[in-house]
């Protein structure tokens, strides 16, 4: 199984390994050299995984600002078929919430692009970096450009005393461990400060307030935890990346936060007066799908209702003079016009009820 994903992700390691190299080149040639140098290559590359992905995460903001504004036509679903348990509500539900989606233009999948895309580069650099061991000591191939005269360089070179490739459990020197730690806590802390304000500023005031949001809270908290267990087995490379990658997301969020809030959020609240402050006009930000049902709904069931109402006294004035000149030619008399009713049979019943219906309704018109 092994094999098979080492196979699977040999394109995209044997790209990650002409990346660092690339920057590497870059660094040195500006006179940055020995562990730095290839330090600051991992941070270019994730630099350029990040800069790669930033269309998905365009869309993946959106999807998510859709995914708001929907949530009440969502629940209205959910309160339509609450408590029906039988396939065929279920399979309504399903079909409506569906529906739902493609009018909005709204694709839940889509706030998790980003991360399962850059999981594969996390994976590939970390291939590398657990190798390169190997590499230098001419048990492991070559993986790109890294041959083994490369990887002895990556590997004699250090930060802080800490080789790239060396783990926290897997390693008995103290400067390994304390960059360890250090590289685990701030990534636990720069998560931290991105899912806060991400939660705190960045959601509307509905959904600060249920079972949800307290799991997400507890989650929060918890990923210290996850960050160190976890964090301990992997490469001071990979810590590295895993930062660098941290940071970026919490820049990109801050500014996404500013500039493109959510909808119903304190940060769209602060983002509408500071643009009615320097007199521009407020936009807030809707889905043109819903806005289509909206309408449509409000104004074609509007229509639909009072042209409903409407069309029935329509008719009987159009009906109405020819009705009366009927009744003059006929006599306009009961009784004449229960013998043509007789007479006539099924046509003139008809026409005996079109009679009806002007006389009723001449009051009204009146």
């Given at each position: 199984m092994g094999d098979f994903f080492n196979t699977l992700l040999s394109p995209l390691t044997i790209g990650v390994a002409w990346v660092m190299l690339g920057?590497?080149?870059l660094w040195t040639t500006?006179?940055?050299?020995?562990?730095?140098?290839?330090?600051?290559?991992?941070?270019?590359?994730?630099?350029?995984?990040?800069?790669?992905?930033?269309?998905?995460?365009?869309k993946q903001i959106h999807a998510s600002r859709r995914m708001q504004l929907i949530q009440p036509e969502m629940q209205k679903i959910q309160a339509k078929y609450k408590g029906k348990t039988d396939p065929e509500s279920r399979q309504a539900m399903t079909q409506e919430t569906m529906d739902l989606y493609k009018k909005t233009g709204t694709n839940p999948f889509s706030s998790c692009l980003p991360i399962l895309l850059q999981s594969p580069f996390f994976f590939a650099l970390f291939t590398v970096l657990n190798h390169?061991?190997?590499?230098a000591e001419g048990t492991w191939g070559a993986i790109g450009p890294i041959d083994a005269s490369v990887a002895q360089q990556i590997e004699k070179s250090d930060i802080f005393g800490a080789p790239f490739s060396s783990t926290f459990m897997g390693s008995t020197d103290l400067?390994?461990?304390i960059v360890t730690v250090v590289l685990i806590v701030l990534m636990s802390v720069s998560t931290f400060t991105t899912q806060r304000q991400l939660m705190r500023k960045n959601l509307p005031d509905s959904a600060l307030d249920n079972p949800y949001m307290k799991q997400q809270t507890v989650i929060l908290y918890l990923m210290p935890i996850f960050f160190a267990l976890s964090g301990i087995n992997f490469p001071i490379g990979v810590l590295l990346?895993?930062?660098?990658?941290?940071?970026?997301?919490?820049?990109?969020?801050f500014y996404v936060i500013r500039r493109m809030p959510a909808p119903g959020s304190a940060a769209e609240r602060a983002l509408h007066e500071r643009q009615a402050r320097k007199g521009k006009t407020v936009t807030p930000f809707s889905v043109k799908g819903l806005e289509r049902d909206a309408s449509g709904g409000t104004d074609g069931g509007g229509a639909g209702t009072d042209a409903a109402e409407a069309q029935p006294p329509v008719s009987r004035q159009r009906q109405q003079p020819k009705?009366?000149?009927?009744?003059?030619?006929?006599?306009?008399?009961g009784a004449a016009g229960g013998v043509g009713g007789g007479a006539g049979g099924a046509g003139p019943a008809s026409g005996g009820g079109s009679q009806a219906k002007p006389d009723a309704g001449t009051p009204q018109d009146q």
């Open positions: 920057w590497h080149k500006i006179g940055i050299g020995g562990g730095w140098a290839w330090a600051l290559s991992i941070v270019g590359l994730t630099i350029v995984v990040r800069i790669v992905l930033i269309p998905l995460f365009v390169l061991k190997a590499i400067p390994t461990k990346y895993w930062l660098t990658t941290n940071v970026w997301s919490m820049g990109q969020q009705s009366a000149k009927r009744a003059k030619r006929t006599g306009g008399t």
